[in-house]
């Protein structure tokens, strides 16, 4: 979860190919950078903005859908379908806005199951 209340949140403590992750902003902001913790295929990220912001930078390819409602706010989407992994965004806005935008890199991969790093 990554939460910001009367500030600003820039790093996103999600675990490496997670599945359901939540990112709440009221009166701040959260940045959220997902081109260093890919989700697997079909995760799902809750958002809420409440008299605040949220961005969600997106690997390049992901296949972006989304459902939600911004009462006196708004919410954009600036992402080119693609063949990578789907995430499903579902957001409140109140007073706020709700942005994802397309990295310019490619998700980052796991190791093959049963490898470690180092190889």
């Given at each position: 979860?990554?939460?910001?209340?009367?500030?600003?949140?820039?790093?996103?403590?999600?675990?490496?190919?997670?599945?359901?992750?939540?990112?709440?902003?009221?009166?701040?902001?959260t940045n959220i950078?997902?081109?260093?913790?890919?989700?697997?295929?079909?995760?799902?990220?809750?958002?809420?903005?409440?008299?605040?912001?949220?961005?969600?930078?997106?690997?390049?390819?992901?296949?972006?859908?989304t459902k939600g409602?911004?009462?006196?706010?708004?919410?954009?989407?600036?992402?080119?379908?693609?063949?990578?992994?789907?995430?499903?965004?579902?957001?409140?806005?109140?007073?706020?806005?709700?942005?994802?935008?397309?990295?310019?890199?490619?998700?980052?991969?796991a190791p093959p199951?049963?490898?470690?790093?180092?190889?």
């Open positions: 979860m990554q939460l910001a209340i009367f500030g600003n949140s820039s790093e996103a403590g999600f675990a490496q190919q997670w599945t359901d992750e939540t990112a709440v902003a009221v009166f701040g902001s950078d997902l081109t260093r913790q890919s989700p697997l295929s079909s995760a799902a990220l809750k958002v809420a903005a409440v008299f605040g912001s949220a961005k969600i930078v997106v690997p390049s390819g992901t296949r972006v859908t409602i911004a009462l006196f706010g708004n919410s954009r989407v600036k992402v080119e379908h693609g063949a990578g992994p789907e995430l499903q965004v579902s957001f409140f806005v109140l007073f706020g806005e709700v942005t994802i935008v397309e990295g310019k890199t490619p998700a980052l991969t199951s049963g490898q470690t790093f180092p190889h």
